[in-house]
């Protein structure tokens, strides 16, 4: 099973600051890589998928980037709507786990 | 516009079994894998079961091999989970997801496009 390690745990910004969430998988996922952004008390939202490819309607603030076992998911500058948890998910193979999440909080 | 809209969720007792329903409309569903993921109360998203479009193809996480069982029915845009021998370790809200990608019987993992708003399942003496 491959392990996805997200960090930091917890990342305290304020509004248009940048953030800069990491997903370390424990052996090559190539670029089947995909972050989810979920909100208290709501279902988790797909947004970028294969890396870097941003699913439909999902802000050009938000990026992707990475291959391999090193992905970055980059919010250039951060709305008061974007503080929630960030999920990675992998698809290379079964069972295509997810990280453990990135709570993105206001400073 | 995609919906889907999951139900059943209970408190069950430890050892019960339970079934839920995940009902879907906007999109063409028999051509789309259809996935169920949970999330324990205050922790993080897990993956549990997937199914291809046509339905004979499954896939299940090792925590749940052999008491859930994911089926669906095409003629009523339902996908369901039967879950048996109920732990409390199962404790979540169950959601279920829509595949990405057309996958009617072929059955890679696939990224979840549409998500329904979950229901809870509570398993507890």
């Known amino acids: 099973e491959i392990v996805l390690t997200q960090s930091p745990a917890t990342l305290s910004l304020s509004p248009g600051e940048r953030a800069t969430l990491s997903c370390r998988a424990s052996q090559s996922v190539r670029n089947f890589l995909a972050w989810y952004q979920q909100k208290p008390g709501q279902a988790p939202r797909l947004l970028i998928y294969d890396a870097s490819s941003r699913a439909t309607g999902i802000p050009a603030r938000f990026s992707g980037s990475g291959s391999g076992t090193d992905f970055t998911l980059t919010i250039s500058s951060l709305e008061p709507e974007d503080f929630a948890v960030y999920y990675c998910q992998h698809r290379i193979n079964w069972p295509h786990t997810f990280g453990q999440g990135t709570k993105l909080e206001i400073k | 516009e995609v919906q889907l809209l999951e139900s059943g969720g209970d408190l069950v007792q430890p050892g019960g079994s339970l079934r839920l329903s995940c009902g879907a409309s906007?999109?063409?569903?028999?051509?789309?894998?259809m996935n169920w993921v949970r999330q324990a109360p205050g922790k993080g998203l897990e993956w549990v079961s997937s199914i291809s479009g046509n339905g004979v193809s499954t896939h299940y996480a090792e925590s749940v091999k052999g008491r859930f069982t994911i089926s669906r029915d095409n003629s009523k845009k339902t996908v369901y989970l039967h879950m048996t021998s109920l732990r409390a370790e199962d404790t979540a809200t169950y959601y279920c997801a829509k595949g990405m990608v057309h996958s009617y019987q072929v059955l890679d993992p696939v990224d979840f496009d549409y998500w329904g708003q979950g229901t809870l399942v509570t398993v507890s003496s």
């Open positions: 906007g999109f063409m569903f028999s051509s789309y894998a």
